[in-house]
């Protein structure tokens, strides 16, 4: 993973590690519920006045947190695809669900037994299950956290969305048609027995989702939070459930106060970060504007530079070379034969600068043109370059095995220059053998890929990188003539047109030239090859 990959993971809550403040901060919130928590225990049984407005006030607060928190979850899934992350989400999905299922069969709320009720105990065990299940998430979470499970996010969300809908809905139907089949848990308005033995049981879970959350100790910023969330999940079972005495006393209203803490803590914290992110993104937006305009200026002006030197350089040059051969034909009786080898050698390299001049104009020019599109044949295109090379190399045997390529919307003026390049590099770097191989043709895909394969020298792939550079040479001039230049081109006209070029090679054996364009018409399909041969 690159440092740039770490750093955009960073930017998020679950990846994000928790910093010395924030952990500072969690132990100060977890201390103060502990205080609140013990001091409350004493006063736990205390009865208190029944609060119609309460539980649908709690119920729907809690309702809507859980879920907010899900689909925010759900968001960063899409982004990280992590497992341990979909399963958190799930599981806040269902305590949303399972909230409103426990709100529809409180007695009195909707109804004197409830809506959604088989009998006395449906309320509690509704409240059982709510409350068991969302601490074995998070034990999943912790477990599938540290074996670092990756998934691809497409149709997986509603799949398992659906999932858990039908859990739920497999517990109501437990709760409701399966009620006479369930323990007592709720007599005359009290515990029994059996009732605190299931919730020791379900505090049993949520200890052990606090301890394996506390063993990963490299903690991120979701961690730190679930810590929080956990300590006060339990505090809420101990207060509403253990140490009170019936529903609507001390311990029951304070319990469900640390529920809607607990609910809140982890979108808190989702929504702060969503905002500095889309601050942050606000503002890395402008300075890439920024960046943008002063690049696009500054490639302006580069190209604009490259073109008036290349230009000024054209009429010395010119003269140099034109004088360099009138002393070489006219004054060759004068000259001795240093001499003569001396302006042949400034013919030699004025006509190598002239050559490079040349191909520095055709670079800075492929920046400043638009492209003029329109349907183009590289059959005939590369037919033309195949017969002009054979001309230019009557005494090589050479061998073009050409497939039948499709048309492309390209400008095919400058995309001439990308085969001839290629081509010519072929022809040019297979030279040492008996018999050059040339292969052209294309992988039938979207984008094609086309290819022009030889059978020539090859070059090291460790300096494949440097291969499209101006001025950048895998091989001396003295084996291989040629300025440097030509690859940046071809590279430039292939991204101009949006695709991309690369190439492999084997010292030795040869080097295949890939390329795409962007796709505007499919490659063919099963098209012949045919073969072509001239010495």
């Known amino acids: 993973m690159t440092q740039r990959q770490t750093e955009n993971i960073s930017l998020f809550l679950p990846t994000m590690p928790a910093s010395a403040s924030e952990r500072k901060l969690a132990i100060v919130l977890i201390a103060i519920s502990a205080i609140f928590f013990v001091a409350c225990l004493p006063f736990a049984k205390m009865p208190l006045a029944k609060i119609d407005a ?176 956990v300590c006060a999940w339990i505090f809420d079972v101990g207060l509403s459930t253990i140490f009170n005495l019936k529903r609507f006393d001390l311990g029951f209203y304070a319990g469900r106060l640390y529920g809607l803490l607990a609910a809140s803590f982890v979108l808190g914290m989702l929504l702060i970060e969503n905002t500095k992110l889309y601050a942050k993104l606000v503002s890395m937006h402008e300075q890439q504007r920024h960046k943008t305009a002063e690049l696009e200026i500054l490639n302006r002006d580069l190209e604009s530079f490259g073109y008036s030197v290349s230009h000024d350089l054209r009429s010395p040059l010119r003269v140099v070379g034109q004088f360099a051969q009138i002393l070489q034909e006219e004054y060759a009786d004068v000259l001795d034969e240093e001499g003569q080898r001396f302006v042949s050698l400034i013919r030699k390299s004025s006509n190598k600068m002239s050559c490079l001049v040349e191909d520095l104009l055709a670079f800075s020019k492929i920046g400043q043109q638009p492209l003029q599109t329109e349907v183009v044949n590289f059959d005939f295109l590369i037919g033309e370059i195949v017969q002009d090379l054979k001309l230019a190399n009557e ?85 291989f003539e040629g300025t440097g230049v030509g690859l940046a081109i071809v590279e430039r006209i292939v991204i101009k047109h949006g695709g991309k070029i690369w190439a492999e090679s084997t010292i030795g054996a040869g080097t295949t030239f890939y390329f795409t364009l962007a796709p505007d018409l499919p490659a063919g399909m099963g098209t012949p090859v045919y073969s072509s041969a001239g010495n």
């Open 54 to 229: 309460f539980i649908p006030i709690y119920a729907s607060a809690l309702c809507i947190n859980d879920a907010i928190t899900s689909l925010l979850l759900f968001g960063q899934f899409v982004i990280l695809r992590s497992k341990a992350l979909l399963i958190l989400a799930l599981g806040y999905a269902f305590t949303a669900l399972m909230t409103a299922a426990h709100a529809l069969s409180f007695p009195g709320l909707f109804s004197p037994s409830g809506l959604l009720s088989g009998g006395s105990q449906t309320t509690v065990w509704f409240y059982m299950f709510w409350h068991g299940g969302f601490p074995l998430f998070v034990i999943a979470y912790a477990l599938f956290k540290k074996r670092g499970s990756v998934l691809a996010a497409k149709g997986l969300i509603a799949l398992s969305l659906g999932g858990v809908f039908m859990v739920v809905c497999a517990l109501a139907y437990l709760g409701t048609a399966g009620h006479d089949y369930f323990p007592v848990l709720l007599l005359a308005g009290k515990y029994t027995p059996t009732f605190i033995g299931t919730v020791l049981g379900i505090w049993g879970v949520s200890f052990i989702a606090l301890m394996l959350l506390w063993r990963g100790r490299s903690y991120s910023v979701l961690d730190l939070w679930l810590l929080v969330v």
């Open 395 to 479: 005494g090589r045997t050479i061998q073009f095995d050409i497939v039948p390529l499709p048309v492309a919307l390209v400008d095919g003026k400058i995309l001439r220059q990308v085969w001839w390049n290629l081509i010519e590099n072929a022809v040019k770097y297979s030279r040492t053998r008996d018999v050059s191989i040339v292969a052209i043709g294309y992988k039938p895909s979207t984008p094609p890929v086309y290819f022009v394969k030889d059978n020539g020298v090859g070059f090291d792939m460790a300096y494949a990188h440097k291969l499209f550079g101006v001025f950048q040479r895998l091989h001396s001039s003295q084996e």
